[in-house]
C-alpha cells in the first residue's frame, strides 16, 4: 500500500536565521521526531542551536550550504526531493527552502508518498553495529556497494548480504552522483 500526499499534507517546518542558527519549529515538526527516534530533536531542544550540528557528514553540509547560499543570493525558493526512511517504512518526501526576512530561511518538508516495508535492521539506530561502513546518500537514501554503485538499500540488500545481517555496517554520509547533478541544476537557475 502506498500512500500518496493530498492537498491537506502535514508540513514539518522549521526555520534558521542569517547565521544559520534555529529559530523555529512548528508543532508537527515535534511530532515527527518524537515518532521517528529523533526525540533529541523534540522539545525545543533545537531552537537557539546551529542548523550544522544537525547536518553531518562534509559533502552534506557543503550541499546544504550551497542550497542556503543560493536561496539568500537570488531570493527565490528551491524545491528537491528527499527520502526519510524508518526501519520499516520508505518514505519520499519534499523539502521547500523559501528566504524569508533578514536572510532567515524556512525548510518547508512534506511527504510526497510513503509504503510499509519489510524492516531494515541496518538502518535502525539500535541495530549493532559492526566496523565496516558504506556510503549513503544523504537525500535519496541510495547506498553505495564497492564495485556496484549507487542502489535504494532494498535492492542493495538482495546483492550484499552483510547488510541483512547482525552487526550491522555503520553509515557515512555521502551524495550519490545523481543528487549532485540535481544540486548543480538547482544552483544553476541563479
Known amino acids: 500500500m502506498i500512500i500518496t500526499a493530498d492537498k491537506q499534507t502535514t508540513e514539518y ?6 547565521n544559520d ?20 530533536l523534540a522539545g525545543g ?10 547536518v553531518t557528514g562534509e559533502l552534506t553540509k557543503g550541499y546544504y550550504k550551497n542550497l542556503i547560499s543560493a536561496v539568500r543570493e537570488n531570493r527565490e525558493s528551491i524545491t528537491l526531493p528527499f527520502r526519510c526512511d524508518a526501519p520499516s517504512l520508505r ?13 532567515s530561511i524556512q525548510f518547508i518538508c512534506r511527504m510526497n508518498q510513503s509504503a510499509p516495508r519489510e524492516p531494515v535492521e541496518a538502518i535502525s539506530k539500535t541495530s549493532k553495529k559492526s566496523d565496516r561502513f558504506l556510503s549513503m546518500c544523504s537525500w535519496c537514501k541510495r547506498v553505495e556497494l564497492p564495485d556496484q554503485g549507487w542502489m535504494d538499500i532494498e535492492e542493495a540488500i538482495q546483492i550484499d548480504p552483510l547488510l541483512s545481517r547482525d552487526p550491522y555496517p555503520q553509515f557515512t554520509h555521502g551524495i550519490c552522483s545523481e543528487c549532485m547533478a540535481q544540486q548543480k541544476k538547482l544552483i544553476a537557475k541563479e
Open 21 to 40: 542558527i534555529i529559530r523555529s519549529v512548528n508543532e508537527d515538526f515535534e511530532s515527527f521526531a518524537r515518532a521517528n527516534d529523533g526525540r533529541e
Open 45 to 54: 531542544s533545537v531552537i537557539g542551536r546551529s542548523l550544522w550540528n544537525y
Open 13 to 18: 517546518i522549521y526555520t534558521i536565521d542569517g
Open 91 to 103: 518514505r519520499e518526501m519534499i523539502m521547500e527552502l523559501r528566504p524569508g526576512e533578514d536572510e
